[in-house]
């Protein structure tokens, strides 16, 4: 079997390098020449755990790169699509580059004897492929689907920082498909991948779209329904958030996944998914109540933490702040949607001086900010001056810190939005975000 893989962002080339790894003939795709060049070296293009040695190993046997999709078309038994599906201005999920993929997909099927399976990983509002990928691909190829080649929504579920372990461990997979046939090759092909039996939910294509909106709304909610319950809590003394989250997760039909509060959701995937959920409710006619208060607690989330810094500084003017963490999670260079780049930013227009470390993202923040805030490569000298610390990514090493590491801070205070420093004394103001004093 030889597998196609067109789009090698973050969920593309996780999946090719474990599929190369693995000894699958896979032949990757993609049009950005500094992007392939990168991963031809053996070098990820983005930080993600454990994905360079795969990457490496996957290149020493099976795993093929190009810049042309046509070979993909030729010679591969199954397609997979895996690519961006970025969020417009106006909340809606931008599809040109799916459907421009697509359209030449259809134009190479026309001459082709081969009659691939085509795997839509990327995620796509509701009927999607009904109607528009079927349409295009119907239309160029001259071919119908089920006879001249198969249609499946494959939705992914991947953790940045975890991609590597959820794509050989997921916790499900799910196959859209209207065709028996296909799907049921495609179940075989993951019961191989994965040499076992996953949970496995076999529907049709609108179905298995939805579900991965639906998954990653949920989620979204959570985040703000305990970011909510944190705000509470911030506001009555001898309470902390922690202790309810730890409550009421041990409830089955809670669960205590998703609900740790912070700043707010962020990355790639829960705004962009919710708010194009929220765009199609809307144009079907659904009023997205719930969603629209899932969006906006997350929008006024960061605001508490301005107040919180205003509250403990008074004058945040000329004053030098120190934001730990850029990444919008741990154990991730990812800074789309970050929390931390939005406080910047309203930091930053309100004239404070802003100093910043993280352990991935420096780079990525660079191309944001120039030299509007300073960067440092140790904890250490980011703190040294400050009149205030807020930690926004709880990577493992701030948890580390200790009082000793404040020593050259100009003033001693601490706004943790993760609840991990365990630094306390008679000259720190340590406030805890979601914990009442």
């Known amino acids: 079997m030889k597998i196609g893989i067109v789009g090698l962002g973050f969920v593309g080339l996780t999946f090719a390098s474990i599929l190369g790894n693995k000894g699958y003939d896979v032949i990757g795709v993609d049009t950005d020449k500094i992007k392939i060049k990168s991963i031809k070296s053996g070098k990820s293009p983005f930080y993600e755990p454990k994905l360079d040695n795969i990457l490496k190993n996957a290149l020493s046997k099976k795993l093929i790169l190009s810049e042309n999709i046509e070979e993909i078309v030729k010679k591969c038994n199954l397609i997979f699509l895996t690519l961006g599906t970025p969020m417009d201005k106006n909340g809606n999920i931008d599809l040109k580059i799916i459907l421009n993929v697509c359209k030449k997909v259809g134009k190479l099927l026309l001459k082709s004897k081969n009659r691939p399976i085509i795997i839509i990983k990327s995620t796509v509002i509701p009927n999607t492929t009904n109607d528009q990928i079927k349409r295009i691909l119907e239309k160029e190829s001259n071919k119908k689907i089920g006879k001249g080649f198969g249609l499946i929504t494959n939705p992914e579920f991947l953790r940045e920082g975890k991609a590597v372990e959820d794509t050989l461990n997921p916790h499900l997979v799910v196959i859209g498909c209207n065709e028996k046939y296909d799907a049921k090759k495609l179940e075989e092909f993951y019961v191989k991948f994965h040499n076992q039996k996953i949970s496995t939910i076999i529907t049709n294509n609108t179905t298995a779209e939805i579900i991965k909106y639906a998954n990653n ?48 959701y962020g990355g790639s995937c829960l705004p962009k998914d919710v708010q194009a959920l929220i765009a199609c409710e809307k144009r079907l006619g659904v009023e997205p109540t719930l969603l629209n208060a899932v969006h906006q607690t ?41 929390r931390s780049i939005k406080l910047i930013e309203m930091l930053l227009k309100e004239q404070s001086t802003i100093i910043v470390h993280d352990p991935k993202a420096i780079k990525n923040t660079k191309l944001i900010f120039g030299d509007k805030i300073t960067y440092n490569e140790k904890v250490e000298d ?33 706004i943790d939005t993760r609840r991990i420093l365990n630094i306390r004394g008679s000259d720190i103001n340590y406030i805890g975000l979601g914990i009442g004093y």
């Open 217 to 264: 709304s949920f989620l979204a909610t959570k985040i703000s329904f305990i970011n909510s319950i944190s705000n509470l809590c911030q506001t009555l003394p001898g309470t902390n958030v922690d202790e309810v989250a730890k409550a009421i997760g041990i409830d089955p039909r809670i669960g205590n996944q998703f609900l740790n509060a912070g700043p707010g």
């Open 298 to 338: 997350n929008v006024l989330q960061i605001q508490k933490i301005i107040k919180l810094v205003e509250k403990t500084l008074v004058n945040i003017k000329n004053k030098k702040i120190t934001i730990l963490g850029l990444s919008f999670k741990e154990e991730s260079d990812d800074i789309r949607e970050s």
């Open 382 to 414: 980011a703190l040294n001056n400050s009149d205030c610390i807020v930690l926004m990514t709880p990577w493992k090493q701030y948890s580390k810190l200790q009082k000793i590491d404040l020593r050259k801070m100009r003033k001693k205070n601490i």
